[in-house]
């Protein structure tokens, strides 16, 4: 994208706030509008408040924006993804996921003939932007001599069970909001290719599964467990490269990481905290959605990719 990108907001929520905090530090971007029937006026972006509407419909009717971000929730994200295709040229961002099914997946796609879909839509897989992991592809790119990515493991916990039944309406399972982001940040340094288990236990509050992946040329395995059972945050990703005994350790609540062959420290990386762990994910996505070379991990190939795994036959086991 080039000179001022007018942009639409549909959905003034909780995650609304960061898409504003940090679209506002772009230089090169104006809030043209924003959009949310649960809402009469809009937030305040750099002093002022845009026009605001009930109806995206609405909205496109009277404005021409480069690009439209779309936070709501997830059931309501083919729909609104649709209108922007069909009643405008703007490109448009997703929040994760994509989509809520693998039919809104398949409409989608049937839009691309005429609408160019492929191009114009992304999904705001804030997770691959993280300082941690871009930390980590990089010294991935950095080290051929490692070797492929042997061994994953990836274990995302969230204190969601002290909202009891609320976190189950708002996040459905540990599976379904945790899965996209532990696939998403493996896109980062994996050709994902399959999920060849799921399992969820303790009604949905946690999750254990397994993703075939390649790295250079290697097959291996990614397990991943998924829980709301915690009284706090915690999520860690270990990357194993076994023909040259290096493993990548990465704490994504502290934003930290390290690199270690045979017991002795290869690398390390620490983060001072001073930006808030969202900002700090979404500032490198913006950055790159609006360089017009967007990251591949936003692209809509990636976003089918990970709906068709995160949905994947097997199907999901419950266990009480």
């Not at 009643?87 to 994760?96: D, F, I």
């Not at 993280?130 to 994953?152: F, K, L, M, N, Y």
């Amino acid at each position: 994208m080039s000179g001022l990108v007018q942009v639409g907001l549909v959905g003034v929520g909780i995650i609304a706030d960061t898409h504003l905090q940090v679209l506002a530090g772009q230089p090169g971007v104006a809030l043209e509008f924003t959009v949310d029937p649960h809402r009469t006026e809009p937030p305040a972006f750099r002093g002022t408040k845009p026009p605001h509407y009930s109806d995206l419909a609405e909205a496109l009717d009277v404005h021409q924006p480069h690009l439209v971000v779309i936070a709501t929730p997830t059931d309501t994200h083919a729909d609104l993804a649709t209108q922007v295709l069909t009643l405008s040229s703007a490109q448009v961002l997703v929040e994760k996921p994509l989509v809520h099914d693998l039919g809104s997946l398949t409409r989608l796609r049937s839009l691309d003939g005429t609408t160019d879909a492929q191009n114009r839509v992304f999904t705001a897989h804030h997770f691959s932007f993280s300082p941690e992991v871009r930390w980590a592809a990089e010294q991935i790119s950095d080290h051929p001599e490692w070797g492929p990515i042997t061994d994953i493991t990836s274990a995302f916990y969230d204190p969601y069970i002290l909202r009891g039944e609320q976190a189950f309406a708002s996040y459905i399972s540990s599976w379904m909001d945790s899965g996209v982001n532990q696939l998403s940040m493996l896109a980062r340094f994996v050709e994902l290719t399959a999920l060849t288990s799921a399992q969820q236990m303790d009604n949905g509050a946690s999750a254990w599964c397994t993703c075939e992946y390649r790295s250079r040329g290697t097959v291996g395995t990614a397990r991943l467990h998924s829980s709301w059972l915690t009284g706090s945050s915690s999520k860690k990703t270990t990357l194993t490269f076994g023909r040259s005994n290096v493993e990548i350790w990465i704490d994504h609540t502290a934003m930290t990481g390290f690199a270690t062959h045979d017991g002795r420290l290869l690398e390390a990386y620490g983060n001072d905290g001073r930006t808030p762990r969202k900002v700090a994910h979404y500032q490198p996505l913006y950055e790159s959605l609006l360089s017009g070379r967007p990251d591949p991990v936003l692209s809509f190939g990636t976003a089918a990719t990970i709906t068709e795994l995160h949905h994947a036959a097997p199907p999901l086991d419950v266990i009480a």
